[in-house]
T-cell receptor, first 117, second 114 residues
Framework: GAVVSQHPSWVICKSGTSVKIECRSL??????MFWYRQFPKQSLMLMAT?????????EQGVEKDKFLINHASLTLSTLTVTSAHPEDSSFYIC?????????????FGDGTRLSIL | AQKITQTQPGMFVQEKEAVTLDCTYD???????LFWYKQPSSGEMIFLIY??????QNATEGRYSLNFQKARKSANLVISASQLGDSAMYFC???????????FGIGTKLQVIP
């Protein structure tokens, strides 16, 4: 079945560092990928929709300059958390969907746990 | 606006028993899809089952079934013969708007007791 790979799984870094997270669709092409953020014991909140070859669409309240998204190919989207601070610590998870009909679910990566010290 | 409501923060079920996780939704769209995902403590999101708004029959996938009541806007997940490995967070989700955005509920934490 469709597989989405996300890397890295864990990141611990100092405040002020920029962190890049990769999301790859391994056996299908994904013109659209989604980036979510999940705080402990909370639901997934959509941050942005990543569109191949064009600008990402950000949800209300998400800082575009803080969370840079690049979708350079049909199999790769990256999320860069720029100048990360402790409040950016969270679980980030991406998803993609095989565009073959409405019944197809979004397939998720395994997520990235980001801890900013 | 789309909204998913899960009113059960936590549920306990005895091993081998069945359990129902509640989900209600709100949308003005006529066409939509409803999903259930399982999230173990490791964090990955595992797709369980899908129900389309025009599906006439309730969806079933192995031990999972979806009790879809369109008029009441509910899409409850039923897990039969619970197993210890079923202990996890369960999220109800809805996709509308041209099959793009997915809105998630706040989740229900299920714990299966031996």
């Amino acid at each position: 079945g469709a597989v989405v790979s996300q890397h890295p799984s864990w990141v611990i870094c100092k405040s002020g560092t920029s962190v890049k997270i990769e999301c790859r669709s391994l056996d299908f092409q994904a013109t659209t990928m989604f980036w979510y953020r999940q705080f402990p014991k909370q639901s997934l909140m959509l941050m942005a929709t990543s569109n191949e070859g064009s600008k990402a669409t950000y949800e209300q309240g998400v800082e575009k300059d803080k969370f840079l998204i690049n979708h350079a190919s049909l199999t790769l989207s990256t999320l860069t958390v720029t100048s990360a601070h402790p409040e950016d610590s969270s679980f980030y998870i991406c998803s993609a969907r095989v565009w073959t009909g409405e019944r197809q679910p979004q397939h998720f990566g395994d997520g990235t746990r980001l801890s900013i010290l | 606006a789309q909204k998913i409501t899960q009113t059960q923060p936590g549920m306990f079920v005895q091993e081998k028993e069945a359990v129902t996780l509640d989900c209600t939704y709100d949308t003005s769209d006529q066409s939509y899809g409803l999903f259930w995902y399982k999230q173990p403590s490791s964090g990955e999101m595992i797709f369980l089952i899908y129900q389309g708004s025009y599906d006439e029959q309730n969806a079933t996938e192995g031990r999972y079934s979806l009790n879809f009541q369109k008029a009441r806007k509910s899409a409850n997940l039923v897990i039969s013969a619970s197993q210890l490995g079923d202990s996890a967070m369960y999220f109800c989700a809805m996709r509308t708007g041209g099959y793009q955005k997915v809105t998630f509920g706040i989740g229900t934490k299920l714990q299966v007791i031996p």
